[in-house]
């Protein structure tokens, strides 16, 4: 568990009785499976939970969340003088300089990779990639802008993945090991873990998992303006530079995403409340500054837009001045629920037992491959129920279906939860939730035609091999 102060939501000010409907209202939606949940008011922890099998110390893939903490790191190299925000980025990489002469990309400078300004309008990873597959701030360097770079916004993964490089090239370490002195150990900020590429970067633009108590200090380092526990860790004015407009859009990834068309400071979306660091998938990181509060979460979604709706309906009401009197009971009640959360499982019963010795046998992918996965290339279903994915090789063992009801929680060699059994006597449905990611994967096995199908529910969007989805640690 978090060693945050915690206190109750009337101590701080805080209507229980909205927590109750914020949760109400993400539990009756089908669209959001949520994994965690973790609200600051005044710098206590006035209500945290994980939804089981997600638990408090387990890391969690954070997607475009890890944005918010490059930028961090290259908050601190600017501190520390490493960085000049109106340094040309091509001066940070002489060994490019022959082959970069458009004159926007040679114009592009730091503080507009760090704020989506480069003048691209639109996204270029595809097209980096295609110039150079193995340098890809050159191969962003070789997509000219389309506008003078600070006049357009443009989400843009490129963008920060070349802050990224900059940073780990000027003070020769990865993000990790830079920001490990500097804000994980004073945090009190335990395993984190960044997806690197073929050069050796870790990506920057995504790829870092970190737990849910990770993501509610960043936020609170933010809210309390660089300073952590009375020691100034950031300087206030990076702080206030990256949580303001840095450059104004009115596009978003969809209609009616109002909270995406506030603007961007530094690896940050401004928004109709507050300022925020935000993941695909759901995961965020919400501070409100007025309201003196950090919403932290986790979990499996598209509906990014309608889970800040629902914030702001049933939690900004729930913020009040002063403490509120009279309300332990209801406090008790809201902790004892969130102590108790847990996703529903996959409903299934036990293997039929007349049939027993049919079902112990291998599957082939329907219509000769997987699409989802097409690493996948068979699953084994052995005696009792005993399920193993062969993925690329690999033989992933996910435990027993059809057990009992609830997820069993199998750790290596990936770390899943695993819920299901049959459905019939001739259908075999397993839902593996891939604990260290937003991500499940619902197994159907025919026994009629012996053959599977399997797709993701929110598909990932790193891809490779199953035995990957997961913390990069040692050589997974």
């Not at 959001?32 to 939804?51: K, N, T």
């Not at 490493?82 to 040309?88: E, G, K, N, S, T």
């Not at 969007?461 to 050589?475: E, V, Y």
Request: charged share 20%.
């Amino acid at each position: 568990m978090s060693s945050l102060p915690t206190s109750t939501p009337a101590a701080q000010g805080v209507d229980g009785a909205g927590i109750q409907a914020f949760l109400d209202a993400l539990e009756s939606d089908p669209r959001i499976e949520p994994h965690s949940l973790m609200l600051l008011r005044h710098g206590q922890v006035v209500a945290s939970g994980w939804w089981a099998p997600y638990a408090p110390d387990r890391v969690h893939l954070l997607y475009s969340l890890s944005k918010s903490f490059t930028a961090t790191a290259a908050g601190f190299a600017v501190a520390e003088g490493l960085i000049r925000l109106d340094d040309p980025v091509i001066s940070y990489f002489p060994e490019f300089e022959a082959d970069i002469t458009d004159p926007r990309s040679r114009a592009v400078l730091v503080r507009h990779v760090a704020s989506m300004a480069s003048g691209h309008v639109e996204e270029t990873l595809d097209r980096a990639r295609d110039l150079d597959r193995d340098e890809l701030v050159r191969g962003f360097l070789l997509v000219p802008p389309d506008r003078d770079p600070g006049t357009v916004f443009a989400y843009n993964q490129p963008a920060t993945y070349t802050l990224a490089a900059i940073v780990q090239r000027v003070t020769g370490r990865t993000l990790t090991e830079y920001l490990r002195p500097r804000l994980f150990d004073p945090l009190g900020i335990g395993e984190v873990a960044w997806i690197h590429d073929r050069t050796g970067r870790e990506l920057g633009f995504s790829g870092l998992h970190a737990t849910t108590d990770a993501i509610a200090r960043l936020g609170l380092l933010h809210l309390r303006g660089g300073v952590w526990e009375g020691e100034r860790l950031l300087p206030e004015s990076w702080v206030t530079e990256a949580t303001r407009v840095q450059i104004s859009h009115s596009q978003a990834p969809e209609d009616g995403w109002s909270d995406w068309q506030q603007g961007y400071g530094f690896q940050f979306w401004m928004g109709r409340h507050g300022y925020r660091g935000d993941g695909a998938y759901g995961q965020s990181c919400v501070v409100l500054p007025e309201q003196d509060a950090v919403l932290a979460m986790t979990a499996d979604t598209v509906e990014l837009q309608k889970v800040l709706d629902l914030a702001w309906e049933h939690l900004l009401p729930a913020f009040g001045p002063g403490p509120l009197s009279g309300r332990e009971a209801a406090d008790a009640v809201l902790a004892d629920r969130l102590s108790r959360l847990a996703l529903p499982p996959a409903e299934g019963k036990p293997s039929p037992s007349d049939r027993a010795a049919e079902w112990d046998a291998a599957f082939a992918p329907s219509g000769g491959s997987c699409a989802d996965q097409p690493t996948l290339t068979a699953v084994e279903v052995g005696p009792g129920g005993r399920v193993i994915l062969v993925d690329d090789g690999d033989r992933l063992e996910l435990g027993f279906a059809g057990r009992e009801a609830g997820w069993t929680v199998v750790e290596e060699p990936v770390p899943v939860a695993v819920s299901g059994g049959w459905t019939d006597a001739e259908t075999l449905v397993v839902d593996v939730a891939f604990l260290e990611t937003p991500h499940h994967l619902l197994v159907t096995c025919s026994l009629g035609d012996r053959t599977f199908t399997a797709r993701w529910r929110t598909q990932p969007l790193h891809g490779g091999l199953l035995r990957r989805m997961r913390a990069p640690r040692g050589s997974v």
